[in-house]
């Protein structure tokens, strides 16, 4: 397994979590824990947690699809950076040729909500679970919620059986 890089750079930019490798539960778990107790170790309540639930989500939704999938080289790139007062989560992964249309609907549909529509959307899923499994899930709501919906995504094609998937989620460390 490929070693965590966390680097601080004392320029513009403080903050640089980087990792590209096999996404296993061991991994899953170094991240987190570099996350919490390094890069996320000065912010405290409201914001760490955003912070790390965001991470959370946009890796376990990854982690899922693999083993949906049956992938054993599931592959993921992951950064974490601070510029002025904004952290950037980026996850990078394959994804199926076959599977891009119905995600890509899905994103498209719930990054197109608003604030309201978001919370009561995010209130069905809590109230509903079994309506819920079968569309996004509450995990990525609540990255939207915590990044006030500036979230992003985009397909680049990689053979013509994979596309690569990014997704990056934008949080402002200053409200």
């Known amino acids: 397994m490929k070693e965590l890089q966390t680097e601080f750079i004392q320029s513009t930019n403080p903050l640089r979590v980087y990792y590209e490798g096999e996404l296993q539960d061991k991994t899953a778990f170094a991240i987190f824990d ?3 107790t390094v890069a996320f170790k000065n912010e ?3 914001l760490k947690r955003k912070l790390l639930v965001t991470c959370i989500e946009l890796l376990q939704n990854v982690q ?3 083993r949906k999938k049956n992938w054993t080289d599931s592959k993921i790139k992951l950064c974490v950076t601070l510029e002025e007062s904004t952290v950037l989560i980026a996850v990078e992964n394959e994804l199926s040729v076959n599977d891009r249309p ?3 609907k899905n994103l498209n549909e719930i990054c197109r909500l608003n604030e309201t529509e978001l919370k009561e959307s ?3 899923k809590l109230h509903d679970p079994v309506r819920a499994a079968h569309s996004a899930g ?3 709501l609540e990255v939207l919620q915590f990044s006030n919906r500036n979230v992003d ?3 680049a094609e990689k053979t013509k059986e994979k596309f690569l998937f990014r997704i ?3 949080i402002n460390t200053k409200q």
């Open 138 to 140: 509450i995990g990525l």
């Open 44 to 46: 405290t309540g409201g």
């Open 34 to 36: 570099a996350l919490e």
């Open 64 to 66: 899922n699809y693999y």
């Open 153 to 155: 995504f985009s397909f």
């Open 102 to 104: 119905e995600l890509e």
């Open 122 to 124: 995010i209130k069905r």
């Open 168 to 170: 990056e989620a934008k």
